[in-house]
């Protein structure tokens, strides 16, 4: 399958154009869909889901995973790990987003861009958008959470923000307990430090997270770090 730029390119596009011509995110997603001769987005979106990385990555994961998805802002993390999600509701397990970041309509909009109906997976998916989210706050909310359930959160760097919460150290230790105990798939979406330069290394890795304070990053199990449409991912440690 071969589009005239990378599916984040083509999102940005259709987000611009939906700004420019005040019209809704998914009839912009159609219009780009039709210029890369599909009828609709969500057919470019199937047709792309044959052989999306999330689909790979997924097929790598076992309960128990702390995994770790990187990239600069507009690469796509966001919706890798929605991907991700997706992929495991298919599969029939239950998938949580927590955001510190996104509005309920904000998420809506991403499942869009990926070519989803989330309705296909209300039963299934739970948005969590608190303002207390920490370990302890997603510790409770996947109490009852069946084994095999995919939780995202979004994003690890602001775990600790708030000063009343523990630090990030202690909070990934604990939530690696966690998902270990409980069977669980804990997937961070994470920022990438600004000193990451595109030009001398095609693809950021683990040395590159961006680390206000101190964490063990083979805390992590597995990885996975975009940038201009590539894609990998492998083991943390």
Request: one cysteine or more.
């Amino acid at each position: 399958m071969k589009l005239s730029a990378p599916i984040y390119h083509l999102k940005r596009q259709a987000k611009r154009l939906s700004r420019e011509e005040k019209i809704p995110l998914h009839e912009a997603l159609d219009r780009i869909a039709a210029r890369e001769g599909f009828n609709r987005w969500s057919l470019l979106a199937a047709k792309l889901s044959t052989t999306a990385p999330a689909g790979k990555l997924f097929a790598r994961l076992t309960p128990g995973d702390l995994v770790l998805v990187g990239a600069r802002p507009g690469q796509g993390k966001t919706l890798m790990s929605l991907e991700l999600a997706v992929e495991a509701m298919r599969s029939g397990s239950h998938a949580i987003f927590f955001t510190l970041e996104y509005t309920r309509q904000d998420m809506l909009d991403r499942f869009r861009a990926i070519g989803v109906d989330w309705l296909d997976f209300r039963d299934r998916f739970t948005f969590d958008c608190s303002d207390a989210i920490s370990a302890d706050h997603i510790v409770n909310a996947l109490a009852s959470a069946p084994r095999g359930t995919v939780a995202v959160i979004d994003y690890l760097q602001l775990l600790d923000q708030r000063r009343e919460n523990p630090e990030l150290m202690v909070q990934v230790r604990a939530l690696k307990a966690f998902a270990r105990d409980k069977g669980l798939i804990l997937v961070f979406i994470s920022q990438i430090d600004r000193s990451y330069d595109p030009a001398t290394k095609p693809c950021p890795d683990i040395q590159d997270i961006r680390l206000p304070n101190p964490l063990d990053l083979t805390l992590f199990d597995k990885t996975c770090f975009l940038n201009n449409g590539e894609v990998r991912f492998q083991a943390a440690s």
